[in-house]
């Protein structure tokens, strides 16, 4: 150790000190890297969310509900609510769309004049029943799965119905959309 010089020294604790630095930063990249992996689906993650009585919801309107995120943190304050369009199409048939225009994600508003979904951001337009009117987006709005259960309308929450969303979820929408409400 008496061998060693100062600069010696110094060299040796920088580089101590930069590869702790350099550890610390690479856990979130690792952790990211590794997610599919061990990621899994906990039950809270698909679970059914009430977006308040039937009643709210007057046949033949759209109307905008909130839900609160099932994954959300204490932290997440009012980011954990989510916002959705629920459409009673006849008082048995309902469908529930994200708020997000299928091409980036903008918030969606629906305009009951024209009984038309409008993107700002780009100009896309959507019909009253989600499917592609015009614009950039290529596809309709995203659905997400219901039910009405004792009176209430419920949507399965914590996964976002995207493309990339499970294979189960895209059939219970197409399920759902067949057939009427009990």
């Excluded at 061998?3 to 350099?22: A, K, P, T, W, Y």
């Excluded at 061990?38 to 007057?58: C, E, I, K």
């Excluded at 943190?73 to 048995?92: F, H, K, Q």
Aim: aromatic fraction near 10%; charge should be positive.
């Amino acid at each position: 150790m008496s061998d060693l010089s100062r600069r010696q020294m110094c060299l040796r604790i920088s580089m101590l000190f930069n590869g702790l630095v350099g550890m610390l930063l690479g856990i979130p990249v690792v952790r990211y890297l590794f997610s599919p992996i061990t990621r899994g689906q906990s039950a809270a993650d698909n679970r059914w969310v009430s977006l308040g009585a039937v009643d709210q919801f007057p046949s033949g309107q759209t109307r905008l509900a909130t839900y609160r995120n099932p994954a959300a943190n204490l932290s997440d304050g009012e980011t954990a609510e989510i916002p959705c369009w629920v459409r009673n199409v006849d008082g048995n048939n309902y469908q529930v769309f994200a708020i997000n225009c299928a091409h980036l994600g903008c918030p969606v508003r629906w305009f009951p004049q024209s009984r038309l979904f409008m993107c700002p951001c780009h100009g896309g337009a959507y019909y009253e029943d989600g499917s592609r009117a015009s614009g950039p987006p290529e596809r309709g709005l995203f659905q997400y799965p219901f039910k009405v259960l004792e009176g209430k309308l419920q949507i399965q929450a914590g996964e976002l119905p995207t493309p990339g969303a499970s294979a189960a979820n895209r059939d219970l929408i197409n399920i759902r959309s067949q057939r009427p409400c009990a």
